[in-house]
């Protein structure tokens, strides 16, 4: 599929809408509503968590935007963590076309491992998982404090974990025994699985690695893509490296903003008529696709 039809589809998705969810959330949940029919104009704002504590986590929030602030109706919410010497703003042109679909992206800045930070250290990483579940715990809080912009317009059932590189594999690391079956999903960008990944309730995870990662080489993700137990796919971006393909322009960013947008839709709206795309908008000659995603025929 050219990338001029690659858009064209993108657009229609978001343009056109799709139908009712069908997914029923578990546990007599209401079922999420419908995904949204058009792009969303995008609000962004910043706060710090726990500024005064031990691990101060500066947090960058992109949302649908309305007339005086936030869009009318509740939102699922992704979490986007960075890599190693990054920040959130880093990856805007990736988070802010998943909050024009219709997505609350909330974007910490970790203490120890962000671009800046007066003591990096790699190790760090291991930490950062529970930040992210910090991170959590406070949105469901903040969807219930009367006059915060975001009060009532967070799906808060509904959370998917996202990350790049170092935060790929916070992003597994939030994946673990045990974990809140608020998490819906995760997308884990040129990581791989951290000790104890992928266990716990079951959640649909993508993958997305470049084919010549030099940093973590493709064989990392392939590997944790394996060891998960639930649905999963796997989405190369054949020839490139760390992470170009998360910038307009490069090669493989309207496959990936294509397939991730769609995989949010599928997972966290229910949108089957997404998950039914995948397959198609992920198999293009900058990209190979592998899949254990239901309803779907061979990978």
């Known amino acids: 599929m050219g990338v001029r039809r690659l858009v064209a589809v993108l657009m229609t998705a978001l343009l056109a809408g799709c139908g009712p969810a069908t997914a029923a959330a578990s546990g007599g949940e209401p079922p999420a509503r419908s995904a949204p029919a058009g792009a969303y104009p995008v609000g962004v704002r910043t706060f710090t968590l726990d500024p005064a504590g031990a691990r101060p986590l500066p947090v960058t929030v992109w949302y649908p935007a309305g007339p005086g602030g936030v869009a009318r109706g509740r939102f699922p919410v992704v979490v986007f963590s960075h890599g190693l010497h990054s920040l959130p703003e880093l990856h805007a042109p990736l988070t802010t076309r998943w909050a024009a679909a219709g997505f609350v992206v909330a974007a910490p800045a970790y203490p120890r491992t962000r671009r800046g930070a007066a003591r990096f250290t790699r190790a760090d990483v291991r930490n950062q998982p529970a930040d992210g579940w910090r991170l959590i715990r406070h949105l469901v809080r903040l969807d219930a404090r009367r006059g915060d912009p975001l009060a009532g317009h967070l799906d808060v059932a509904r959370f998917a974990a996202a990350g790049h590189s170092a935060g790929g594999f916070t992003t597994a690391g939030m994946l673990t025994s045990g974990h809140s079956s608020r998490l819906r999903a995760g997308v884990v960008i040129a990581g791989g699985g951290l000790a104890g990944a992928f266990a716990g309730p079951s959640a649909p ?91 779907q025929a061979g990978g």
């Open 205 to 295: 995870v993508l993958f997305v690695h470049g084919g010549a990662d030099p940093v973590v080489p493709v064989t990392v993700g392939r590997a944790a893509y394996a060891r998960t137990p639930g649905p999963a796919a796997f989405l190369t971006v054949t020839g490139q490296g760390h992470g170009a393909y998360l910038t307009p322009g490069h090669p493989g960013f309207p496959q990936v903003l294509a397939v991730t947008t769609d995989f949010l839709r599928w997972t966290l709206y229910g949108d089957a008529t997404a998950l039914h795309r995948l397959p198609t908008i992920a198999r293009s000659p900058h990209t190979t696709w592998l899949s254990r995603l239901p309803t």
